[in-house]
């Protein structure tokens, strides 16, 4: 009827450029609905709420441009059926020209080089439509408050993990303290600071479990190969090394006792535990923080201090 009637022409013009505004401005009411409905109290209702109208907003705005397009096509748009003859090799410069002409009656049939509001309200839906998502990546980043003003900093956060000194060692993720006389030769225990899980999810105990994560080995004392600044870091052959991968982030958590390598599963970084967990195969840069270790009056293994370097990925000792 479009191409016939006028008058059904321009009412379909105008549901096409309605239906691209109305993207519009579903894109900004998710960007809105982001800073009206905000999630830092915690609670689960503000998170219902926060992700019920940026979604609601993202929906709309994504299935108003499809359905205005379609709409576009299928009332405004010529619809002729042809078929086009495919040529395997480079095409003469006359059928180079007739594809550009191609082009050029493809715009003019539909309509988008003179028809300025639809045009125009396409762009600006399609712009917009990215903003919600780029609106959403603030929410990733951690921010800081007066109460803790250190918290949308990475750099500082990554300096500092739970571990400080006198803290025991326990077992992952049981919680239980670790004997020095219970560590056997050839041993790996994966180790968690004291306290950590009383944490909680909603405290933090994902986030600080991710950085004070710890491997611990137990070597013959004549095998390790000490620095005299690092000979008071073990206790009778026991070491504990940081185990998030200094590549980027993943766990070191294969232990081959012949050899006393570490190795990283994800991308095949290998550290020495016989030699300060230097690298010596991989694409790790650097290696694994030492934690320094100590004995209680108890027996128990406690933390002498914090580690002296950033865990995890080698780009934070640039900062």
């Not at 359905?67 to 040529?87: Q, T, V």
């Not at 003003?149 to 739970?162: K, W, Y």
């Not at 060692?169 to 219970?182: F, Q, W």
């Not at 999810?201 to 005299?228: C, F, N, S, W």
Request: proline fraction near 6%.
């Amino acid at each position: 009827m479009t191409d016939r009637d006028p008058k059904s022409e321009k009412t379909a013009a105008r549901t096409v450029y309605t239906l691209f505004y109305l993207s519009l401005a579903g894109s900004i009411w998710a960007v809105a609905a982001y800073m009206l409905f905000p999630i830092e109290s915690g609670a689960l209702i503000d998170v219902r709420h926060n992700n019920l109208f940026i979604g609601l907003g993202i929906a709309l705005a994504l299935l108003s441009i499809g359905i205005g397009a379609i709409h576009w096509s299928k009332s405004l748009m010529n619809d002729k059926e042809f078929i086009e003859h495919r040529h395997p090799t480079r095409g003469r410069d006359a059928t180079r020209e007739a594809a550009v002409q191609a082009f050029s009656d493809a715009n003019d049939e539909s309509g988008f080089g003179r028809r300025a509001m639809i045009r125009n309200s396409l762009i600006a839906a399609v712009v917009a439509s990215v903003v919600p998502g780029i609106t959403l990546f603030r929410g990733l980043a951690p921010f800081s408050t007066p109460e803790d003003p250190t918290a949308g900093d990475p750099v500082e956060l990554l300096h500092h993990t739970m571990w400080k000194a006198g803290t025991r060692l326990v077992h992952d993720p049981a919680g239980t303290p670790i004997r020095a006389a219970d560590v056997t030769l050839g041993s790996a225990v994966h180790v968690i600071p004291e306290g950590l899980n009383e944490l909680g999810h909603e405290g933090g105990l994902l986030e600080e479990k991710a950085k004070a994560i710890v491997l611990l080995m137990r070597l013959r004392p004549e095998q390790l190969i000490e620095t005299e600044e690092r000979k008071s870091w073990s206790y009778n052959g026991i070491v504990a090394y940081s185990k998030v991968c200094t590549h980027v982030g993943c766990p070191v958590a294969l232990y081959e006792q012949q050899t006393h390598h570490l190795l990283c599963p994800c991308h095949q970084s290998q550290f020495d535990v016989t030699d300060h967990a230097k690298v010596i195969f991989g694409p790790a840069a650097r290696p694994l923080p030492q934690l320094p270790i100590a004995v209680d009056d108890e027996g128990y293994l406690i933390a002498q201090s914090d580690f002296t370097e950033p865990v995890g990925p080698s780009f934070w000792e640039r900062h």
